[in-house]
C-alpha cells in the first residue's frame, strides 16, 4: 500500500488504509495485485512521427513481472513484445520504456490497432491485469484526383469531381474558383447568391443544377484532414452561350442540305454537271 501511494501526503495515506480496512472487511482485496492504469486509452499520432502508448503499473509486489504487449487488428492478436523483446511488424521500430510503456519510433499507417499491455505478478494475490489501448494513426491527405468538364452549355446541370483514398481520418473537400474558395452554401456570399451549386465536402462532389456564364473559370479542389491537406491542379471549365454540339450538328445537317440541293440543281440542268472539261461554262 505504500509503494503504491508513495506520491501522496500522509494524511492521504490514512484515509487509504481506511478504505483498505473496510474493503478486507467486504472480503476484497484491491491493492496486494497488478494493477495497470493508462494516461490515454485512445491515442492519435502522426505517420511517420514516434508515439509512446502509456501501460503504468499502478500496484505490484513482484520484483520481476511478466510483461507482453500484444496489437489486435481485425480481432486477431499478435505479438509485439514478448520474452522480453520486441517482435512481429513492430521489430525495429519500437522499445520497451520503464516500466511497461511502447514506444513505436517511426508509426506506420499499419500500426492503427488495438494494443493490449498484460501485466503477470505470479506472486501477487491478484496476479494479472491488462489494459487495452487504440492507436489511429493519421495519414496525410495525397494528391487529390479531380475531374472538371472542359466545357459546358449554360443551363445544363454538371457535376465535378474530387476524390482521394490516402488520407485518415477521411479527407474533406473545397473548391476553389479563379483562387478563391467556394463557400459552401452559394446563398451566403452576396458573390455568388445568383450560382446554383452544391457542395458535397465528404465526397468531393461540386454539383451545378443550371450552369451560368459566371461559373466559368479554373477550378481545382483541396483534400483536408488533421495530418495536412493537396489539392490538384487548377482545370480551365468554359460555360458557353448556346450548345456547341448542337451547332455542330446544325452546320452538317446545312452542309447536307446544300449537297442535296446541289445534286437537284444537277438533274435539273441534266448533263452539264458531270460532263467533261470541255465545255466549262455548262458547270455554272
Ligand atoms: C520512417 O519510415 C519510413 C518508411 O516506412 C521511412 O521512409 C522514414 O525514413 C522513416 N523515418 C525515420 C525517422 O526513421
Ligand atoms: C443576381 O441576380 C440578380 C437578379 O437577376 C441581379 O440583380 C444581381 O446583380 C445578380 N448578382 C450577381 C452577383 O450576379
Redesign the pocket.
Known amino acids: 500500500l505504500v509503494h503504491r501511494n508513495n506520491d501522496l501526503p500522509l494524511v492521504a495515506l490514512h484515509k487509504e488504509t481506511a478504505c483498505y480496512a473496510n474493503a478486507v472487511r467486504q472480503s476484497y482485496i484491491p491493492s496486494l495485485g497488478v494493477i495497470l492504469r493508462t494516461t490515454d486509452k485512445t491515442v492519435w499520432a502522426n505517420e511517420f512521427e514516434p508515439i509512446e502508448l502509456t501501460c503504468l503499473i499502478e500496484s505490484i509486489s513482484t520484483n520481476n513481472p511478466r510483461i507482453e504487449w500484444k496489437k489486435i487488428q481485425n480481432g486477431v492478436p499478435s505479438y509485439v513484445y514478448f520474452q522480453n523483446q520486441i517482435s512481429g511488424d513492430l521489430e525495429h521500430r519500437a522499445q520497451l520504456i520503464q516500466p511497461a510503456n511502447l514506444l513505436i519510433l517511426n508509426t506506420s499507417r499499419a500500426d492503427t490497432a488495438e494494443y493490449r499491455c498484460e501485466v503477470a505478478a505470479i506472486d501477487d494475490h491478484k496476479h494479472f491485469d491488462e489494459i487495452l489501448i487504440s492507436l489511429a494513426v493519421r495519414v496525410k491527405p495525397v494528391v487529390p484526383r479531380c475531374s472538371v468538364p472542359v466545357a459546358v452549355t449554360v443551363g445544363t446541370s454538371s457535376e465535378l469531381r474530387c476524390l482521394e483514398n490516402e488520407g485518415f481520418p477521411a479527407s474533406q473537400y473545397r473548391w476553389f474558383r479563379n483562387n478563391e474558395e467556394l463557400p459552401q452554401d452559394p446563398k451566403s456570399s452576396?458573390?455568388?447568391?445568383?450560382s446554383t451549386y452544391s457542395i458535397n465536402a465528404d465526397t468531393g462532389g461540386l454539383k451545378f443544377r443550371r450552369m451560368r456564364k459566371?461559373d466559368a473559370g479554373e477550378y481545382y479542389c483541396q483534400a483536408k484532414n488533421v495530418a495536412g491537406h493537396a489539392q490538384c491542379p487548377t482545370q480551365l471549365m468554359d460555360v458557353y452561350d448556346v450548345d456547341i454540339v448542337g451547332i455542330f450538328l446544325k452546320v452538317l445537317a446545312a452542309l447536307a442540305g446544300f449537297i442535296v440541293m446541289m445534286l437537284g440543281v444537277c438533274h435539273v440542268q441534266k448533263h452539264h454537271c458531270f460532263s467533261s472539261g470541255k465545255d466549262h461554262t455548262g458547270t455554272k
Open positions: 452576396p458573390k455568388f447568391i445568383n459566371e
